[in-house]
């Protein structure tokens, strides 16, 4: 008896539905023991298959059995396991299974957890954070030791980042405590099936792989509004009307933008129009828990018309009566896109329906490339990188905090996770090196070390380093954030948490300004015990939009490619709206449209400065880089570059002299001869020093119940990298960090390969004017980067200002004095 | 290319180095504040920072190379130069056999006492003072008014920000009132205070303008009142 019991089908059938071909694979994978892969489309019941198997096994538990943890399922986001919390409930009520879930996230209370330890639900939903977390407690060994089934959801997610090494890592620690599990993983289309199942596996097994087929495609179309397009920018106003319309056309809405200040401002922009009052909302993950768990509540039931919100509600979330998708920006990827128009009408025989609504020229353009790409059945690749170095350190400080390690049964556990299959022996034994004792070249201050060597193995020095690397667990470096406190009026003494902001933001703020948050335009009074204090602000009055962190998503190397191609041929340009292909035209005429080979670079003048911009359509990164090593070399030569600013599709550089010849800026060799001196005082280099250094450990995010005093006023990890560069130039951290803003902040090997392939093919345009093409790329000025040696230019003319001024003073204050005394 | 700017006061010339010290001419004396020394073997005993912890030899070197230009007569160090009251148990010998070497080789040390030090290792030579009077210059660790003169102080590490069209610039300063100069913090692991955060009202009530350390160079900026 190896199929679905009759219950269970009479169950399927009582909702309308049959039991899938691929459900079924799924439980004689799970009799069979294997590893497995589900490929399928969004709303094709893929989760419920993952957890049909166990629904099963456990339906046959005795009862009055010792809880054991049977299922452990691990999600990407909090939101997902809540809603597969809902959605497990169903069958199991139903059909009066005798089976326990519960879900451990970091919003899970802490009564809660006591009794998760004590009592093990059959099935317990997480995240990759609370997992480790609680693989960090002696108890594991005993709590994890009777699993049957590891399930990873959004797998595609996961694969490819820090947090897939993180969970990879994770994943290798259960199979050593519970060697009999297996693994399930489910994922929704991608380019590569077979990377995806060695990430699965344990290294040199893979997952076996089922891929369904065969959903309706989507219909897809480019929101054309009455209004003009903007020519740069990301703010959606001029569209807002025709998003309104759109959403009362629709039962129900979810409007995607790409950053958390994105969604603050469409909010306020749809409420100013919203005439109708309709039930409009928002959602992102700075918000408290509470008000993100009512927003779901009420989309779930049907109450909510439109949900204006970021990537936070993108995945797997299972609401049905959603029939209208829209994306507002750029869709910066393929996958993403079909992701997120997976929410809407979340049937597989029905077609999804989504509209875009580009906010620039640009983005219109990478709008038709993604619909024309879906329609085709194209995907973009996944990058498939070694595990980062710094997760490494953070789980075998993890794992010490768990109970003592030898060190060759850690190497050989991290090895079985996939990403780290290649992980030297000689690295590995600088990461515990470093886990132990910083890594210091002055063996002086060993006596805090965080890790203990002993005769049978390491294991955590004192109590004290366990509990604060448990407060730190994690690869998502945040901004240091303050809670958002909203008082109803300024007398009142009682507030309340309505979500988190970043401190950055706050300073920029005095008391009395006002700024958008969750929807509303509060006014600023404060900052008391690391919370920011708020009340409404007054009618009419201007806000600020809180700059949140992280939002820049980069733009897939296949969309760029495609964009470049687009614009290159004007047959293809019919899938675009008459304004863009207007502006095309424009640019046809007024300099050139750029080649789908060779790079374009336009110059001119404008508002006191030489502007350069260079048209490469390579990505941020590669545009950052580019920026960095150019004005290098144009400082070199006394060209005078202030600053320089990129978007996905080019980099702007501004210059005191002119540049007469680009082409020579660009040859290969400034990868050598400009790279040696940049690297070690790039800010690029600082910057994932940070991140890497609160990975790993070397400096923390959240201090145990801390507030911030005078005192303790942060000195930022600048200063470390400074001296440490200084006095121990080999550290492990430091050779990290400057590998990995090689390859994902600056990406060179992708900026070493483009440049090779426009030698020679480079075409200087000198214009009185900045073309339409350039116009975009113009508008991020005001948010570029000031290069060194403009710093010191900047200080000399505020000082400067400041003598002339004081002159001013003196003059005047000869007149009066002539003036009192003639 | 300014690395000194004189500024002139009631009580006489003061020459701020943009390497974050003050000088006095009339006494030839050299003046830093808030050195923190051992913040990173302390960051590091807390549990709060694995780093490796350079900053208390960096800190000394950089204070040995400005007193080798200067040549004072006498460094007077204006509080919080050690980072806590252990620092003692920390401070390694080779550290404290540096800084006796400098007062040896150049000149006498004064440590004025802050709120991080009441105490100065007992292996670090020279007199320990509250605060010290040098002609017009009252030189103390908190702000203190002085009769007539001018205060020079440390505990707040001053630091300003430039914002401009193309970007913005923050670095330590010091702050000037009539009677009043804050002094930047010196040690390679010290942060700093915005001089627009509001504890400097208090501090420095009449603040008239900033100077800014950055990259070894001076900067001077007057406050818009």
């Known amino acids: ?822 | 290319m300014t690395q000194q700017q004189i500024l002139k006061t009631r009580a006489g010339d003061v020459i701020m180095d943009g390497r974050k010290t003050a000088f006095l001419p009339d006494s030839k004396t050299l003046l830093v504040a808030d050195m923190h020394f051992e913040k990173g073997s302390y960051l590091r005993q807390v549990g709060r920072s694995a780093l490796p912890a350079f900053d208390t030899f960096d800190t000394i070197e950089r204070l040995w190379a400005i007193a080798q230009d200067y040549n004072p007569e006498r460094i007077i160090a204006l509080g919080d130069s050690f980072h806590d009251i252990e620092a003692d148990t920390r401070l390694s010998p080779q550290s404290a056999a540096r800084l006796n070497e400098l007062a040896a080789t150049h000149c006498e040390i004064i440590w004025v006492l802050g709120n991080h030090d009441p105490d100065i290792p007992r292996a670090v030579k020279g007199a320990r003072e509250d605060h010290v009077q040098l002609g017009g210059f009252l030189l103390t660790h908190h702000p203190y008014e002085p009769q007539e003169g001018v205060n020079i102080c440390g505990h707040y590490h001053p630091k300003a920000k430039i914002s401009m069209r193309a970007g913005s610039v923050t670095a330590p300063c010091f702050a000037i009132s009539n009677d009043r100069i804050i002094m930047p913090s010196f040690g390679t692991y010290t942060g700093g205070l915005f001089i627009n955060h509001p504890d400097f009202t208090k501090a420095i009530p009449g603040l008239s303008s900033y100077a800014m350390a950055y990259k070894d160079q001076i900067f001077g900026i007057s406050v818009d009142s």
């Open chain 1, 1 to 822: 008896m190896r199929d679905v019991p009759e219950k269970f089908e009479s169950w399927f059938a009582k909702q309308g539905w049959y039991i899938r071909d691929y459900q079924r694979k799924m439980v004689g994978a799970f009799h069979r023991r294997e590893d497995t892969l589900l490929i399928a489309p969004t709303g094709g019941g893929k989760t419920l298959a993952g957890f049909l198997p166990s629904l099963i096994d456990l339906a046959r538990k005795e009862p009055g059995a010792k809880a054991k943890l049977h299922t452990l399922y691990i999600s990407p986001l909090r939101a997902l396991t809540n809603d597969i919390d809902r959605n497990l409930n169903t069958p199991v009520t139903d059909m009066a299974l005798p089976i326990t879930v519960g879900v451990r996230t970091g919003d899970t209370k802490q009564y809660q957890r006591m009794k998760q330890r004590k009592m093990p639900p059959d099935i317990l939903l997480t995240t990759p954070e609370s997992l480790m977390l609680l693989l960090s407690y002696p108890e594991a060994t005993e709590y994890f030791k009777d699993l049957q089934t590891v399930i990873v959801d959004e797998l595609h997610s996961f694969a490819t980042n820090k947090r897939g090494d993180f969970t990879a890592l994770a994943m290798a620690r259960l199979k050593t405590l519970a060697p009999n599990h297996i693994r399930f993983g489910l994922s929704a289309t991608i380019a590569d099936s077979s990377a995806a199942a060695n990430w699965l596996g344990p290294t040199g097994s893979p997952a076996k792989v089922i891929e369904v087929k065969g959903d309706a495609p989507p219909q897809l179309t480019i929101m054309t509004p009455k209004t003009r397009y903007p020519l740069g920018g990301h703010n959606p106003r001029f569209a807002v009307k025709d998003i309104y319309a759109a959403i009362k056309s629709a039962k129900s809405a979810i409007i995607f933008v790409n950053t958390r200040a994105q969604t603050e401002l469409l909010f306020q922009q749809l409420w100013q129009i919203n005439e109708d009052n309709l039930p409009i909302g928002l959602y992102h993950g700075s918000l408290s828990r509470d008000r993100r768990q009512r927003t779901e509540a009420s989309i779930a039931s049907g109450d909510m018309r439109a949900v204006v919100s970021t990537s936070a509600l993108e995945m797997g979330i299972d609401w049905g009566d959603i029939d209208l998708i829209l994306q507002v920006g750029a869709p910066k990827g393929v996958s993403r896109l079909l992701q997120r128009i997976g929410r809407s009408n979340h049937r597989l025989d029905e077609p999804s329906n989504a509209i875009l609504v580009p906010c620039n020229p640009l983005e219109a353009v990478e709008c038709a490339v993604a619909i024309d790409a879906i329609e085709a059945g194209q995907r973009d690749g996944e990058d498939y990188t070694q595990g980062a170095m710094d997760v490494a350190v953070q789980y075998i400080v993890n794992r010490a905090c768990a109970g003592k390690f030898k060190k060759r049964e850690a190497l050989a556990e991290i090895r079985s996770a996939w990403p780290y299959r290649n992980l030297p022996k000689s690295d590995f034994d600088l990461l515990v090196g470093f886990a132990q004792d910083g890594g210091y070249a002055l063996q002086a201050y060993d006596r805090f070390a965080r890790l203990k060597s002993t005769s049978r193995g390491y294991e955590i020095s004192t109590p004290q380093q366990a509990r604060r690397h448990r407060m730190n667990i994690g690869t998502i470096v945040e901004y240091a954030k303050l809670k958002v406190r909203r008082f109803p009026n300024m007398k009142s003494k009682r507030g309340r948490n309505i979500g988190e902001i970043e401190e950055r933001f706050v300073m920029g703020l005095a008391p009395g300004d006002n700024f958008v948050f969750a929807g509303e335009v509060l006014r600023y009074h404060g900052v008391r015990d690391m919370a920011l204090e708020a009340s409404p602000a007054p009618k009419k009055s201007p806000p600020r939009v809180p700059a949140f962190a992280g939002g820049m998503m980069p733009l897939s190397t296949f969309l760029a490619a495609g964009v470049r191609k687009m614009l290159s041929q004007d047959n293809s340009w019919h899938a675009l709206p008459r304004q863009i292909q207007d502006w095309l035209s424009l640019q046809s005429e007024f300099s050139q449209l750029p080649k789908s080979h060779g790079a374009l670079v336009e110059g001119f003048f404008d508002r006191g400065v030489h502007v350069i911009v260079i048209h490469s359509f390579e990505g941020r990164k590669v545009n950052m880089a580019l920026g960095l090593l150019m004005t290098r070399r144009m400082e070199k030569r006394g060209l005078k570059p202030l600053t320089y600013s990129i978007t996905d599709y080019a980099l702007t550089i501004t210059a005191m002299e002119p540049v007469e010849d680009a082409a020579s800026l660009m040859t290969e060799d400034i990868l050598e001869s400009e790279y040696a001196g940049w690297v070690t005082e790039s800010p690029m280099v600082k910057r994932s020093f940070r991140k890497i250094a609160t990975i790993a450990g070397l400096t923390e995010q959240r201090l145990p119940g801390a507030k911030r005093t005078m005192k303790q006023v942060t000195f930022s990890t600048d200063l470390i990298y400074d001296v440490l560069l200084k006095y121990n130039p080999d550290h492990i951290l430091l050779r990290i960090a400057r590998e990995e803003a090689e390859r994902d902040l600056l990406d060179l090997p992708r900026l070493r390969h483009w440049l090779k392939s426009v030698q020679g093919d480079i075409i200087h345009k000198t214009l009185p004017y900045a073309s339409p093409l350039s116009i975009p790329s113009m508008m991020q000025l005001g948010k570029e980067t000031v290069i060194g040696e403009a710093k010191i230019a900047m200080l000399e003319l505020a000082s400067h200002d400041d003598i002339a001024n004081t002159r001013l003073e003196t003059v005047r204050d000869f007149v009066n004095d002539s003036a009192a005394n003639p």
